[in-house]
C-alpha cells in the first residue's frame, strides 16, 4: 500500500480560507479531483491527505492560489484549474507576474486583466509589434483583448481613432432578407465587436465615439481603397477572409496604426474549396520581421468549464482525423 502523509497549512487569512474553498466548496472539490488528494478545512488550517508527491504539489498549489487571490482580490474555479496546470508544467514562477498585470480598468472600475500566460503573451506582442495575428479557438480572449488594447491605445492617445471590422459571412446559416439600411443589414455580423466595446467603454462612450467617427465598426469591404493613419485597426474572424481580401485588408496599415488581425482556423464558414485568407497568411508571413503571430490553445479558454472540454474533444477528434 502506498504512503499517506498528512500535512496541515495554516491560513490566516479567512478571505483567502473562504477563496480557496470557493462557493459550496467547489474549489476544494477541484483541488482534490485534479490532485488526487483529500482536503479538509478546520478552524483556518487546511489539511492535505494523500501520497507525499502529491501532497507536495498541493502545497505548492495552495501557496499560489493564496498569493493569486490577495493580489486580485478574486479567485474563480478556471483560475483554480489554470494555477494547477501552471505548476504541473513548471511555469509557476510565471503566476506572480501575471497576477499583478492590469492592462486596463473600465469606468464602471472593473480591472481587465490578461488570465493565462498565453494572454499575457498576446498583450505583450500587442504592445511591442505593429501586426500581430492571434489564432485560436473560442473563448480565449482573442478579440476582447484587442478591444480592450485598442481602447487603451486611444486613451494614451498612441493612436487617434479605433477601426474594428469583420468579413460578412453566414455562419452556415442563411439570414435572408434584412429589413433596414445598408449598416442595418451588417450589423447582426458586427455585434461581438459592438459587444466588447460596450463592456470596455460603456454603452453611452460607445455611441458618442461613433457618432464622432472616433470609433468605426464596419464590414470588411469597406476597408478597400483607403490607407488607415493613426489608427488602430482590428480584423475579427478573419480565418472567413478569402487571400485576396487578407492581403487587400493588410496593406491597408498607415503610417502611425497597429492591426490585431484574430481568427480560428478550425471553424472557417467559407463556401467548400475556397482558401482561407488567414491560413494563407500563416504560411505566407511567417517570419516577416515586425509581424507576430500569437497561438492560444484550450489552456488559454477562461469561458465554462464545459466550452474548455468541447474545445478539447474536437482538438482530439481533429487530431486523430489528421492521423
Do not use: W
Amino acid at each position: 500500500m502506498a504512503e499517506l502523509v498528512e500535512r496541515r497549512m495554516v491560513i490566516h487569512d479567512p478571505r483567502v480560507a473562504a477563496a480557496i474553498m470557493g462557493n459550496y466548496d467547489e474549489h476544494l472539490s477541484i483541488l482534490e479531483d485534479e490532485l488526487d488528494i483529500r482536503l479538509v478545512m478546520r478552524n483556518g488550517d487546511l489539511i492535505l491527505f494523500g501520497s507525499p508527491e502529491q501532497v507536495e504539489t498541493g502545497q505548492e498549489v495552495i501557496r499560489h492560489l493564496e498569493a493569486f487571490f490577495l493580489e486580485r482580490r478574486d479567485l474563480t474555479p478556471s483560475d483554480v484549474k489554470y494555477i494547477i496546470n501552471s505548476v504541473r508544467v513548471g511555469q509557476q514562477a510565471k503566476l506572480a507576474a501575471l497576477a499583478r498585470e492590469v492592462i486596463l480598468t473600465t469606468p464602471r472600475g472593473k480591472s481587465v486583466r490578461p488570465k493565462t500566460l498565453g494572454q499575457q503573451q498576446y498583450v505583450r506582442a500587442m504592445l511591442e509589434k505593429d501586426v500581430v495575428i492571434a489564432i485560436g479557438p473560442a473563448g480565449t480572449g482573442k478579440t476582447y483583448l484587442a478591444v480592450v488594447m485598442a481602447v487603451r491605445a486611444l486613451r494614451n492617445k498612441e493612436v487617434s481613432r479605433l477601426i474594428l471590422t469583420r468579413p460578412a459571412v453566414e455562419a452556415g446559416e442563411k439570414l435572408g432578407f434584412l429589413p433596414g439600411d445598408l449598416q442595418e443589414k451588417v450589423d447582426p455580423y458586427l455585434r461581438p465587436l459592438y459587444d466588447a466595446l460596450f463592456d470596455v467603454l460603456g454603452v453611452e462612450n460607445t455611441r458618442r465615439y461613433l457618432e464622432r467617427h472616433i470609433i468605426e465598426v464596419a464590414p470588411l469591404a469597406y476597408m478597400r481603397g483607403r490607407t488607415l493613419e493613426d489608427a488602430f485597426i482590428i480584423l475579427d474572424e478573419a480565418q472567413n477572409t478569402t487571400p485576396e481580401q487578407m492581403k487587400m485588408f493588410l496593406t491597408r496599415l498607415g503610417f502611425g496604426s497597429r492591426v490585431v488581425v484574430t481568427g480560428d482556423i478550425t471553424q472557417v464558414d467559407l463556401p467548400r474549396g475556397q482558401a482561407s485568407g488567414l491560413i494563407e497568411a500563416e504560411e505566407v508571413l511567417s517570419g516577416v520581421a515586425g509581424i507576430e503571430f500569437v497561438y492560444l490553445t484550450g489552456a488559454d479558454t477562461v469561458r465554462h468549464s464545459l466550452v474548455i472540454k468541447i474545445i478539447e474533444a474536437y482538438e482530439r477528434a481533429g487530431g486523430s482525423k489528421e492521423e
